[in-house]
């Protein structure tokens, strides 16, 4: 119950293409939902986060949108960039919690 | 230095070393964790400091030994490793609020002999 399960696993998308990276749980006490980018060499780093009072947050070319009743939760990238090329994590937290549930990665890759 | 540090980036050790790792954060927080990030798995979480007490344990095995000395410094002592153990060690910091976002150093790229 305390899975948060990520796919894909890895991902290749042309240069102005839109990325997606999709996320489950299964534990409906979780309320906050971050994604992660980590470049290689480089800790995560938090790119976006969401609560599940709204179904969709945008920021700059990433989005995420999250379907409550389903549980799952998605990270999109629109005009993806040689840049954003990295590895990605989903994550999930509980109200109150400190514990990070995180999910498995997807690594990125934008060919130009 | 700004954000969060962890010392030495690389660290190659036999089974039989003591070796420690050390972070630092220069983000006033109050909370600080360590985790384990291995290949194609999810980041473990292993230890997690509160105001310099540990308040979790992740069934972390007695070859990893924390400590935490005041809310700015967090080391993870090493001894008698496994090949296994091998992976990234990852320190964070965050300030307990409604969102607890957490700040990662870089990692320590550890490879047990």
């Known amino acids: 119950q305390q899975q948060v399960k990520q796919s894909p696993q890895s991902l290749i998308v042309q240069k102005g293409g839109i990325s997606i990276i999709n996320c489950a749980y299964e534990n409906t006490a979780f309320d906050y939902f971050p994604w992660y980018q980590q470049f290689p060499g480089k800790g995560p780093a938090l790119l976006i986060a969401?609560?599940?009072?709204?179904s969709e947050k945008k920021e700059g070319r990433f989005t995420i949108s999250f379907n409550k009743s389903a549980k799952q939760f998605s990270l999109h990238i629109m005009d993806s960039q040689p840049g954003d090329s990295a590895t990605y994590f989903c994550a999930a937290k509980g109200q109150g919690a400190q514990k990070l549930v995180f999910g498995q990665g997807t690594r990125l890759t934008i060919n130009p | 230095e700004t954000g969060v540090t962890q010392t030495p980036r690389h660290l190659v050790m036999g089974m039989t070393n003591k070796k420690s790792l050390k972070c630092e954060q220069h983000?006033?927080?109050?909370?600080m964790y360590w985790y384990k990030q291995s290949a194609k798995k999810p980041l473990e979480l292993m230890f997690v400091?509160?105001?310099?007490?540990?308040?979790e344990n992740n069934s972390v095995p007695s070859r990893f030994s924390p400590e935490c000395p005041n809310s700015s410094h967090l080391f993870l002592h090493l001894h008698t490793l496994q090949p296994e153990d091998s992976a990234l060690y990852l320190c964070?910091?965050?300030?307990?609020?409604?969102?607890?976002?957490?700040?990662f150093g870089p990692g320590t790229r550890l490879t047990v002999l």
């Open positions: 969401i609560r599940p009072d709204v």
């Open positions: 983000l006033g927080h109050n909370a």
């Open positions: 964070a910091s965050s300030q307990e609020s409604l969102n607890n976002e957490q700040f």
């Open positions: 400091y509160n105001f310099k007490e540990q308040t």
